[in-house]
Every structure is written in C-alpha cells, then in structure tokens.
C-alpha cells in the first residue's frame, strides 16, 4: 500500500509544519511555566503557576530535561517546546512503527496504523491531551503526554519482544521498569495507558513466558516502583489520594459516537482478532482500557475516562491489521472500504488543522470553516511584567501569563499540591466580585504581592482611575495591564 505510507508521510509532514506555528491551547502555558521554574531553579523550582514553594506532577523526568537544555542553552522557552515537540513526534512515530512491527511483518502496516490512529475519531472534533486525533496533537505535540505516548509504543514493543523467551537478560528487564517508570512521571494519564498496555502484552504473550522471563519481569517492576518512589520533585503515590478532577473530565463521557464513532471498524475488526486468539493482546488491552472507562462512568469517576486511549488504540491499530489479516476475500474488499470510508471522513472532519499551516484565507471555504483559531498569548505584556511578579487575574488569563515568568494569585488550572488553593481562588473572584469594598480589594492586593493587574472591560475590580493603579499597556480585545503602585508586596523570585 504505497498510498498509505505516502498520506503518512503527508501527515506527518504537516505537523512538523505546525511544530514552526505552534499553535497555543490547553495546557500550553503550564507547561512553559514549568520550563521557565526549571530553568532558573533545577533543584527547588517552587510552584510552576504561583508564589508557593509547593511539589508539582508537572516536574516530570521530561520536563527536568528540558529545563536543563533552557538553563545551559539559553534558548527561549517556546523554542525549547518546540524541540520538546520535534522530539515527542519522532518517540510517537517510531514508537508506532516499532510497535506494530512486532504485530505485522507487512510493509504497509505501521504506515496505515498512523493514519487509523490520526484519523479514526469521530465525525465531530475532539482535542485532549493523550488522544492521538491529529488535530488534538497538532495542539499538543509539544506536551509531555506526547513525550510519554512515544514512549509508550516503544514500550510495549520491547516487552513483547523481551517475552518471547528467555534471550532478554536481566538488564533488558530492568530497563524496560525504568521505561515504564518515567512513562508514568512524565504524563500520569498516558502513564495508566502504558500500563494497561503492558499488562495487556503480558497476559496475551505466546508461548506463555517462562519462569525465569516472569522473574525477571518482576524484578523490572519492581525497579520501576522505586524510580516512582524516589522521584524528588513530588510525590507519585500521593497521586492516588487528590480528588476534584471528575467535573471537568465529565466530557469524556458526552457525544461518545460523535467523537470516537469512526473507531467502530477497529472495534469489528477486535471481535474478528477475539474469534482467532482468545488471549489476543490486543483485544485484552481493548478490554482493560473499555472496563475501567465503562466503571468510571457508572461511579461517576470522571477522571478515568482519561483510560479512553486504552481502548482506542488497540482498536485503531487492529483496523489497519485487519485490512491484511481478513479471512475471505469478499470479507476483505468490505472491510477496507468501510475503513477507507472512515478514514476520509475522519480526515475531513480535521482539516481544520491545515489552518495552523496555511493562512485561513487561503484554505477553501468549507476547510476554513473547520479552522479553530488559537489563543493569541500575553508577550505583549512580557516587556514590562518581569520574571516573578505576581499578576491579578481571571482564570483564562492565568493559564497563560505564567509561561512568561510570572505568577498569578490563583493557579489557572486545579493543583491539589497547593493548600491555599481554595482561598487564593476566593480571592481573586472577591477581588473583581461587584459587591467587594475598595478596601477588600486593597487586602487581596497586599497579601498576595500583587504588582500588576490583566482584565477585559467590564470585568469589575478597582476603578480605572484609582491612584493606586496605573494604566501600562493595552492587548487584544480590550485587556488592559495596570500596573499596582504602593500595594506591591514581595515576590519570591527577583526579577533578575
């Protein structure tokens, strides 16, 4: 299938495009705060969002690394992202490649597993973290969860590998518990995946493995727990104990054939591998990934619904083996063009991504409709607000203002590390509430040392003219910097 390496290798080519635009979203600005804490403090960065000396789970082995590389480099922390995402592209690509190489010997599959894994979503579009739809990782090549999805596929192809009999040595699998280790530091989500995913090669190796291959095994596991256990930046087992993220993971479970409803041939083609090999590893790891989203939906455990890749990827891969694999002809012909027909629709549903690439003016009218702009970001206030002020703002705004070096009052994004959380959250709507006395709002500027305000007109807070504000910029859509004189306050990290 030479079609399907060169719409590979097409894909493939437009991210590295996007890479150059680095389109912003999400979670873009934690993880560029996080660089930022990194590269001015490897040892004790503090809380990556706002002036607490606070663990994170965003201090990850990756992260570390790339702290390493902006301190000893001195290169600007997007382009540091952006070599972050050159690097996750490639651990993903490969990994693919790798992975479906120990499932096929046919030169065309991992080629046509990149695209099911791109393009079988849903016919409406979807963007997360640690979901490989290609418009969701035009917007998050550069995380960690793509870092630790690359790792992934590699992982779970040197396990089947090292199952395959007694050759693999002790130091193989030992490799393989660091491996999956820093899988789980990295991205803890895509961590779960990679574990199911192991669990899965595991119990569905033939032959069976031996005792001393299961030995070894162990002893990999157990050097994988000790890497979780000494991570110095934060607690991973401490993980297990936060709560509070089941709303915000309540879309996982809404519009479910509208966002995964083109993965469907990959789920038949599933039930066609179970008919051959009950112990298919595949299969189980499908199992394993649909049980515990299934759970979570029932207990109202949103948060799990974060395991979707688990079964989605096995059946997105299993619909590109499949194509080779069918018994019949007849069954053949049907099921490559029933997956044909899914892989264009999926491939129209995101061909708003080209719009990272190509001017919105220049893309035809149906395709520029598709097109989501992205976030504009705050550089325009970087020349003033210095590394380590802290700003007073919204929650939109503090999602991004920190991966310039700021801190905000409140963290943009939950972080159950932080005690004061809840009263730093408090604060800020007390600051802009309307019913909030001018002295109120002095307070909040006092305690938390706030030396410049960002707000959108009408957002409340103290008057334009007040002495203690001073106009010092102007942004998109009507944003306006102050600057906070006399009510400044200290922050933790100078400005130099």
């Known amino acids: ?68 590389l902006a301190k000893a480099t001195g290169l600007g922390t997007f382009v540091v992202l952006r070599v972050a995402a050159l690097v996750g592209l490639g651990l993903l690509a490969t990994g693919i490649r790798h992975f479906v190489r120990t499932l096929s010997t046919r030169r065309a599959a991992p080629p046509l597993a990149l695209l099911c894994l791109l393009l079988l979503w849903g ?44 050759g693999a040595g002790w130091s193989a699998f030992l490799s393989l518990g660091v491996l999956w280790a820093v899988t789980l530091l990295s991205h803890q989500f895509t961590g779960v995946v990679a574990s199911f995913g192991a669990l899965a090669m595991v119990l569905g190796a033939r032959p069976w493995p031996t005792r001393a291959v299961l030995t070894r095994l162990a002893g990999g596991l157990g050097v994988g727990l000790v890497v979780l256990a000494a991570w110095p930046y934060y607690s991973f087992f401490d993980l297990f104990t936060v709560g509070g993220l089941e709303e915000i993971h309540r879309s996982l479970y809404r519009e479910l054939l509208p966002h995964f409803g083109l993965a469907l041939p990959g789920v038949a083609a599933l039930a066609l591998r179970w008919r051959r090999d009950h112990r298919d590893p595949l299969v189980l790891f499908f199992l394993l990934g ?47 063009g029933v997956l044909g027909a899914a892989l264009l629709l999926g491939a129209w549903t995101q061909a708003g991504t080209l719009g990272y690439v190509v001017p ?119 944003q306006v910097l102050y600057e906070v004189r006399g009510a400044r306050g200290a922050s933790r990290v100078s400005s130099g």
């Not at 590269?39 to 663990?55: F, S």
């Not at 909030?436 to 957002?459: F, H, I, K, Q, S």
Request: aromatic share 12%.
């Open 360 to 478: 919105k003016g220049a893309l035809p009218g149906p395709v520029a409709a598709k097109y989501k702009a992205p976030w504009t970001g705050y550089d325009w206030l970087a020349p003033q607000v210095k590394y380590g002020d802290v700003v007073l703002a919204k929650t939109f705004p503090s999602r991004q203002i920190p991966a310039y070096g700021p801190y905000t009052v409140a963290p943009g994004y939950p972080d159950f590390f932080l005690p004061d959380q809840k009263e730093r959250v408090d604060a800020v709507r007390d600051y802009f509430a309307p019913g909030t006395t001018r002295a109120e709002r002095l307070e909040v500027l006092r305690r938390y040392g706030v030396r410049w305000v960002v707000e959108y007109p009408g957002d409340g807070g103290l008057g334009a003219g007040d002495p203690v504000l001073r106009r010092a910029g102007t942004g998109p859509k009507g």
């Open 290 to 336: 649909a049980a515990m989203f299934t759970v979570g939906g029932l207990t109202g455990h949103y948060s799990w619904g974060r395991v979707l890749p688990a079964a989605l990827i096995p059946a997105q891969v299993a619909a590109a083996l499949e194509v080779f694999e069918a018994g019949g002809m007849v069954v053949r012909r049907v099921f490559t």
């Open 123 to 166: 016919p409406g579009l979807f963007n997360w973290s640690g979901f490989l739809g290609l418009n969701s990782l035009a917007l998050t090549v550069s995380y960690p969860s793509t870092f630790a999805l690359g790792l992934s596929f590699h992982l779970w192809a040197l396990l089947r590998k090292a199952l395959r009999g007694d």
């Open 1 to 68: 299938m030479p079609a399907a390496l060169l719409l590979a290798l097409i894909l493939l080519a437009l991210l590295l495009l996007v890479i150059v635009r680095l389109p912003w979203a999400g979670d873009l600005g934690i993880h560029a705060a996080t660089v930022e804490r990194l590269r001015h403090d490897l040892t004790d960065p503090g809380n990556p969002l706002v002036d607490a000396d606070t663990p994170s789970p965003y201090y990850s082995p990756w992260m570390l690394l790339l702290g390493c």
